[in-house]
Nanobody, 116 residues
């Protein structure tokens, strides 16, 4: 099992920044990809950004150039630096850990609200 705990969400004005963190514990040797997903009310959960153990990243088109994902393998933490936030970024953000066989583990989520 893998446990994920997010932190860092909150309320921010449009144009502001937030930094999300995810602390991971458990059987992490089976994880090769970690990522951030988000879910707005009434919508499906979508990928925001993900990063492999080797550091390769990919981002949703809507956040490219504004968000940066990073991971500290020594500390088992994942971060998402979010700059130039827009009201449409408002959602619950979930940390995900993806096992080599495709199984997903999820955190409890953290709310990000961007006011206009």
């Amino acid at each position: 099992q893998v446990q994920l705990v997010e932190s860092g969400g909150g309320l921010v004005q449009a144009g502001g920044s937030l930094r999300l963190s995810c602390a991971a514990s458990g059987r992490l040797f089976s994880i090769n990809v970690m990522g951030w997903y988000r879910q707005a009310p009434g919508k499906q959960r979508d990928l925001v950004a993900r990063i492999t153990t080797g550091g390769s990243t990919n981002y949703a088109d809507s956040v490219k150039g504004r968000f940066t994902i990073s991971r500290d393998n020594a500390k088992n933490t994942l971060h998402l630096q979010m700059n130039s936030l827009k009201p449409e970024d408002t959602a619950v953000y979930y940390c995900a850990a993806i096992r080599v066989d495709g199984i997903y583990y999820w955190g409890q989520g953290t709310q990000v609200t961007v006011s206009s």
